[in-house]
C-alpha cells in the first residue's frame, strides 16, 4: 500500500510537469514503451529489482535503453527515480500515471476478449455500447480467448461485463429454476 501511494505521488509530479511543457501524450507513449520493455524482459525486471546492482549501472543501462528514444523529459524522469533509489517501482509508477491521465482526459481502457476476432463493423459497435455504459471514451484492447464458447468478455477496471454465451445460458438456467419451469 505504501508502494502505491509513492508510486501515485511520483506519478503526480510528472504529470503537473509534462502539463507545464505540454508534453503529456508524449510522456504517455513513452512510460507506455518502458513498461513494456520490462513487461516484456524478465531479466530487465530483475535486473531493477535487485539492490545490489549500483546505480550507476542501471542510469548506464537506462541511458543506453531509451536516450535515443524518450523525449528528455521521460529520461531525465526514469534517472530520477534511479537515482531516489524507486527503479523497482516505476512499473507501479507508471501504472499511476498512465491512470491517472485517463481519468484526466475522460478515458475508459477496456480489455475485450472474444472466441474469434471482431470485425471492424462489431468492435465500432462494441465501443459505442461501451462508452455509453461509462459516458466516456473508451480505448479497447481486444484479445481472443478460445475457452470462450461465443460472446465476450469485457473488463473496465474493476467492472467485467460478461456477455458470453456460456453467461448468458446460466443467467436462462436460474430463471427457469427460480420460476420452477426446471425440476431436478
Known sequence: MAQIRVARRYAHA???LAEEQKKLETIFDDLDRILSLIRSSRELTLFLQNPSIGKGKKRNVFNELFSNTVDELTMKFILL???KGRENIIPGIIEQ???????????VRAEV?????????????LQKQLEGYTGKKVEITYSLDKNLQGGFLARMGDTVIDAS?????ELLEKKFMSDGSISN
Not at 500515471?97 to 478515458?107: A, F, L, N, P, W
Not at 454465451?165 to 445460458?169: G, P
Open 113 to 125: 476478449k472474444s472466441m474469434v476476432n471482431l470485425d471492424k463493423k462489431q468492435e465500432r459497435n
Open 165 to 169: 454465451i456460456r453467461r448468458q445460458l
Open 14 to 16: 510528472l504529470i503537473i
Open 81 to 83: 527515480l534511479v537515482e
Open 97 to 107: 500515471y498512465r491512470s491517472m491521465v485517463d481519468e484526466k482526459m475522460g478515458i
